[in-house]
């Protein structure tokens, strides 16, 4: 089940012959790709139709020269412009190394726990005019799938009386039957 809201998708300064699609629904092809047009920088929106909780991120450039250096990513943000991700502060930034163009970039999963839309700003890249991705696919689960039963299994209350209380509590995952 696909739940991108594939008729939100937005990207800016990319060039009109490449297709932001092309590197969110699909396999790493080398004939279908998205470049960026006038520099470096890429901004690529998307949203969901549900709630999510992402922990990682895939990306690949088959082009070393090309490929995104600094991404950042901002949760729940709508309609950002060049100059609010340049201003404002990001969820997370990540610094790509060249095993994260083979492998998966883990995010901090706490920051990432009720995304409704993405937002990813390429601000620089390794060194070439134009950004050059071939795929971008995130990697979690929706907020219905989460639903994990949790049971109470101990409540600590404190031992002397105070003016202030508090419970300590602990979940255990139930057990499916």
Excluded: W
């Excluded at 739940?3 to 932001?20: A, G, Q, Y």
């Excluded at 549900?50 to 895939?58: F, S």
């Excluded at 883990?106 to 409704?116: A, G, T």
């Excluded at 508090?166 to 057990?175: D, E, G, T």
């Amino acid at each position: 089940m696909c739940i991108r809201d594939r008729t939100s998708i937005e990207c800016l300064n990319d060039d009109k012959n490449t297709n932001v699609n092309d590197i969110l629904f699909g396999d790493v092809n080398q004939s279908k790709f998205l470049k960026s047009d006038s520099d470096h920088q890429l901004i690529i929106s998307l949203a969901f139709n549900q709630p999510v909780k992402i922990h990682h991120l895939v990306i690949r450039s088959v082009d070393p020269k090309s490929a995104p250096k600094t991404i950042q990513i901002y949760v729940n943000r709508v309609g950002m412009d060049f100059n609010d991700c340049e201003n404002e502060q990001p969820t997370q930034v990540i610094e790509l190394k060249d095993t994260d163009y083979k492998g998966q970039t883990d995010l901090r999963y706490v920051k990432f726990q009720h995304v409704k839309s993405l937002t990813v700003f390429v601000s620089d890249n390794t060194g070439g005019d134009c950004t050059i991705i071939n795929q971008l696919t995130f990697y979690g689960l929706s907020l219905q799938d989460t639903d994990m039963k949790l049971s109470l299994i101990h409540i600590s209350e404190p031992t002397r009386q105070a003016e202030i209380s508090y419970a300590v509590f602990c979940l255990k995952k139930k057990k499916k039957k």
